[in-house]
Structures are given as structure tokens and as C-alpha cells.
């Protein structure tokens, strides 16, 4: 059941998330994934983590793993505690500069607990849309 106009909290993600995840270049070029992604609590973090197959247009399916870590306020580093994002707890805009491309995402909460994250990335390396969606696992 859909639980819109509720802000998100750090314990709303706790758990284990099913990830499907688009990726498509401004060459035309596709890449997809599936896998798994899963929120752990440690101490006053959540570990997130994430691995599955990356399948990339012509290309054999490979093994792709990522890790980050939430802080209770939503903000989002990478695992070496760089600064990433934070996430608007009713969803929306939000942001990061990595010089010298820009990331533009968007979190969409309106279908709680199935939610997307949407990256636009634009610069001189890197040029490409990433949409990803996340659905509790069952069981």
C-alpha cells in the first residue's frame, strides 16, 4: 500500500531491497542491473550495499557490487566517508559535483515502499541517464 505525503526516515530503508537499475548513454549505448541492495544498521550509521549482474549492450553479464553509508539525516557518503548527496526525506531534487561532471537526481517516494532514484549526469567523462528502482524483498 502506497504511504505518500510521509516523510522518509533512516529506518524506513532498513533491510533488504530488491534493485533493478537502467542505464542509458548518450552514445545510444544500454546497461542494465539486477541484484539486490540491503540497508544494514552499525551504530549510528546504515551500511548500504548492493551487488548483482551489470549487463552492458554487447557485452557478457559481470559481477557489480557498491557501498555507501546513510547517516541518520539522509546524508549519503561514499564508502571512504567522502561527502555523496543528501536525500530530501519527502523526495525530490538533489545534487553532487564530482569536477568535473554534475550528477542531478531525483528521489520519488509517491509508490512507498517501491521508490526510484533518477541520476542525470552531464560533463566531459561522463554523460548518461540512471534510473533505479527499489522494491522490499519478500520473505
Aim: proline content about 6%.
Amino acid at each position: 500500500m502506497a504511504q505518500t505525503g510521509r516523510q522518509r526516515r533512516w529506518s524506513d530503508f532498513t533491510g533488504r531491497w530488491t534493485l533493478d537499475r537502467d542505464i542509458f548513454h548518450s552514445d545510444g549505448s544500454v546497461a542494465r542491473f539486477a541484484g539486490e541492495a540491503e540497508w544494514v544498521p552499525h551504530g549510528q550509521r546504515l551500511m548500504y550495499s548492493e551487488s548483482g549482474s551489470l549487463t552492458i549492450q554487447g557485452q557478457m553479464a559481470m559481477v557489480a557490487e557498491r557501498r555507501y553509508i546513510w547517516l541518520p539525516d539522509l546524508t549519503v557518503l561514499f564508502e571512504d566517508g567522502r561527502l555523496f548527496h543528501k536525500v530530501p526525506p519527502d523526495g525530490g531534487p538533489t545534487a553532487h559535483w564530482c569536477d568535473p561532471d554534475h550528477y542531478d537526481g531525483v528521489y520519488n517516494f509517491d509508490d512507498w515502499p517501491q521508490f526510484t532514484v533518477a541520476w542525470q549526469v552531464r560533463g566531459p567523462r561522463k554523460s548518461y541517464t540512471m534510473t533505479s528502482l527499489y522494491r522490499p524483498c519478500s520473505g
